[in-house]
């Protein structure tokens, strides 16, 4: 058994799977003791070495203190124990006097900019001042782009307000990933109300400021010159890593087309950035006799060329991302330049290792995952390429071949992880990187980079370049504006869950392995993984398909409302999308859209939309752009706001039908279950109380859904007989007291109420009154708020509710 399962491996493999196992059983049990992991470590370790692996002893304690280390290294991250001086004690959205230190360079916005603070001091009315440490994020308004810098010490009065997560199933954990980045709350100011203490007087924090200077400098000097903005917001990221500029929808045309990964800086980004300096330093020492004869001129440019990578990663950012980058392409540039004999493997095995070491929640990285996905893949496809002979001989044709092998690869590597977190597949990607890459790697980011030395002293060539720039970006966008525009060049798709992602990496390595071998037991395994695939996904498309029951999932979209309804035939209704007014945040796109997607929903039978107000009406914008929508249903009411504008427009552009329902009561039959909607002749009291009410009818339960409104329509109700009475009751305009008329309660009388509800919202709903009254009627209370996500699964007869939070 052991010489079967003992291949030839690179020694720092069982290092890195140990250092994963640690972080990823931390990551699952962030409360598991210490000492009975590191026991039950050591036993499987040894076991394994036994019983399967040639594990010598050194190998075995450096796996064993490298498993031990990712799991305390992640629980320390994850304990939710935070320190008696952590900014985080104090985050519960009361006003503090906040100083402390920026050190991030900001990200700039259309009305505010970003920074990230280190706090120091937190003053508050009848507290004395508490020291504290970590860091926020401070939201800047009104200001100048010179005003505040990095290491500047600052003053100003804030509610401290903590990270918190839209808590849905399938949705991202922001408040994690919030923690792995070292931050703890968020605050906001106005530039005005901001008083600086000192600037900084450090070497480091200096050569900073004059880093963040010529990012602006770059950015508002190409901003002025090019006149396509989408072309400046590229180069701007290509350069500095300001992604910021760039538009939502020409991050999602990049995405289409398998390209999102130009637009970040990245390990492709560094390479280049290395090679070129490296050919400049390697080139200025061969003039040197003395070290081209001992062969010191590539290993001194090697070395060279480490310190404006190095300066390139502090002027991009230095975001964790470019961290691990720039980390992994040093440890590749030190394998070359070591001359030792060692396999690109055991090489990329300790980029990873050194990268997880300096940070251990790298492993839940998107840019992690996606990057050593794609190397590992491109280095196992050429061996193998290279075994079997698949190869042209010819230079010319070799070379061709090599540039579409490498995308290829790359594309087949990540795009189990492109389906699981973006839900996106993209079947252009060759066609586009073989254009993208080097256009935009090789030719726009060196002349960005002349652009930045030319700025100072020659603006006239800098002008020039930066319009050379516009036109080859310009040229890039239209490229895969074109080839996004092919019907079958990219698929949405439900979202793969772990083991669905676990089999196709299982699938691909069978067929690599039999590829590899050509082994009969080899096609054995294939066929095993097939099956097993077929039992994966056809559990999984009969489930989402054909549910056993009917289930309505009251979703967590803040201040707003939206529900979807799931029928037992398999019919899918959302109810309303939620959504905020004035505000950058897209809850259709960042909240609705993936649970649909975590859900594998790609089309809606109808999407209910209750009246034009924001909160219910933003979030659908998205998902009737990405979505495929069979009918939109709403009230007779035509909102002023341009939101409402461009989602008439969507439908007509997308011809999707559009039904009002008519005067009196009106229905909609999806099989076994009804939507009764009560008297839709406007009341004339104003767009809440003209909202759509309607009651889902299936077999013996029911639930009211009565939109945003007021007690007059309440009233109405009532008099005009309505069959109000429910199961559950979705409470009017959010528990708002200006809702829930005494006798409208008495008609509905329902078992349970949900609450849709946003966190210490400004409304101050739901009101303690009705929360009281609630109580006195014997209601159970839901709120999306405190409970998160609401899920009613109901067979006809009884139901069950469970939340997000609590099971």
């Not at 399962?5 to 994963?20: A, G």
């Not at 945040?585 to 594998?600: E, S, T």
Request: aromatic letters at 14%; hydrophobic letters at 45%; a positive charge.
């Amino acid at each position: 058994m052991k010489q079967i399962l003992n291949p030839v491996y690179p020694p720092l493999i069982p290092v890195i799977l140990s250092l994963m196992a640690g972080i990823i059983t931390g990551n699952a049990y962030p409360l598991l003791p210490f000492g009975i992991f590191a026991a039950g470590s050591l036993i499987v370790l040894v076991l394994l070495s036994l019983f399967l692996l040639n594990l010598n002893p050194l190998v075995l304690g450096i796996s064993f203190t490298a498993m031990v280390w990712g799991f305390f290294s992640i629980t320390q991250i994850l304990s939710p124990n935070a320190a008696r001086d952590c900014v985080s004690r104090f985050a519960d959205s009361s006003p503090y006097t906040i100083s402390g230190k920026i050190v991030s360079f900001s990200k700039d916005y259309s009305r505010r900019r970003r920074v990230l603070l280190s706090c120091d001091l937190l003053e508050r009315k009848g507290m004395p001042p508490v020291r504290v440490r970590g860091r926020i994020i401070l939201n800047i308004y009104d200001q100048s782009p010179t005003l505040f810098r990095y290491g500047d010490v600052i003053e100003f009065i804030s509610p401290l307000k903590p990270i918190r997560n839209f808590s849905n199933p399938g949705g991202f954990d922001y408040e994690r990933q919030m923690k792995f980045d070292g931050v703890f709350g968020s605050g906001y100011a106005g530039a005005h109300r901001i008083r600086v203490i000192r600037r900084p007087t450090d070497f480091y924090s200096k050569s900073m400021r004059y880093l963040e200077q010529l990012r602006n400098r770059f950015y508002y000097f190409t901003r002025d010159r090019m006149e396509n903005k989408d072309a400046w917001a590229i180069l701007t990221a290509l350069v500095t890593g300001k992604k910021e500029a760039v538009p939502l929808k020409l991050k999602d045309l990049f995405s289409k087309a398998g390209a999102s990964h130009i637009l970040a800086i990245s390990g492709l980004h560094l390479s280049i950035v290395a090679l070129g300096f490296f050919f400049v330093f390697y080139t200025f020492l061969s003039r040197f006799s003395l070290f081209l004869i001992t062969g010191f001129a590539r290993k001194t440019a090697g070395i060279l060329t480490l310190f404006p990578l190095f300066v390139y990663g502090l002027f991009s950012g230095f975001s964790p991302s470019t961290q691990r980058a720039f980390i992994m392409t040093c440890v590749f540039m030190v394998s070359f330049l070591g001359e030792r004999e060692n396999t690109v493997l055991n090489t990329l095995a300790l980029a990873a290792v050194v990268i997880l070491i300096h940070d251990t929640s790298a492993l839940f990285s998107i840019s992690f995952q996606l990057s050593f996905g794609a190397l590992l893949f491109i280095i196992l496809g050429f061996s193998l390429i290279r075994v079997r002979g698949w190869i042209p001989q010819k230079k010319s044709l070799k070379a061709g071949a090599t540039a579409v092998l490498i995308t290829f690869f790359a594309g087949l590597g990540t795009f189990p992880l492109t389906a699981h977190y973006f839900h996106l597949v993209s079947h252009v990607q060759v066609l586009s990187n073989l254009v993208l890459v080097p256009l935009m790697g090789f030719v726009c980011l060196p002349l960005g980079f002349l652009i930045l030395l030319s700025i100072p002293t020659f603006p006239v060539l800098a002008g020039i370049l930066a319009t050379l720039c516009q036109r080859i970006l310009s040229f890039c966008i239209g490229y895969i504006e074109f080839l996004t525009s092919w019907k079958y060049s990219w698929s949405r798709i439900g979202a793969l869950n772990t083991v669905e992602v676990i089999w196709i990496y299982f699938f691909l390595a069978t067929v690599g392995v039999y590829a590899y071998r050509q082994k009969k037991t080899d096609l054995v395994m294939v066929a095993a993984a097939v099956l097993t695939g077929v039992f994966c996904f056809g559990t999984g498309l009969k489930t989402s398909s054909f549910p056993e029951k009917m289930s309505i999932t009251i979703l967590d979209v803040g201040q707003g409302n939206s529900a979807l309804v799931q029928t037992i035939e398999g019919k899918n209704i959302l109810v309303d999308g939620g959504g905020f007014s004035g505000g950058t945040f897209d809850v259709g796109r960042y909240v609705v859209a993936p649970f649909l997607w975590y859900k594998k929903i790609l089309s809606l039978d109808a999407v209910i939309l209750t009246h034009p107000e924001a909160d219910h009406m933003n979030g659908l914008l998205y998902v009737l752009e990405n979505f495929k929508i069979h009918l939109v249903v709403k009230n007779r009411d035509k909102g002023s706001s341009s939101a409402y504008g461009e989602m008439i427009a969507l439908c007509r552009a997308k011809k999707i039908k559009i039904w009002t329902p008519p005067p009196g009561d009106a229905a909609l039959d999806f099989g076994g279950t009804d939507l009764v909607f009560y008297n839709t002749t406007p009341a004339g009291y104003g767009l809440n109380n003209n909202s759509l009410v309607f009651r889902l009818h299936f077999r013996q339960f029911s639930m009211l859904f009565p939109g945003d409104i007021l007690r007059e329509r309440e009233t109405l109700l009532v008099h005009q007989k309505a069959a109000l009475l429910s199961k559950l009751l979705l409470s009017p305009h959010h528990g708002s007291f200006t809702s829930h008329n005494e006798i409208f309660l008495d008609k509905v009388n329902p078992e349970s109420v949900i609450i849709s509800c946003g966190y210490k919202n400004r409304y101050g709903f739901p009101h303690p009154d009705v929360l009281e009254g609630y109580e006195k009627r014997g209601f159970q209370v839901f709120r999306t708020d405190l409970d998160g996500a609401v899920t009613i699964s109901s067979d006809g007869i009884g139901y069950n509710i469970l939340t997000h939070k609590g099971g």
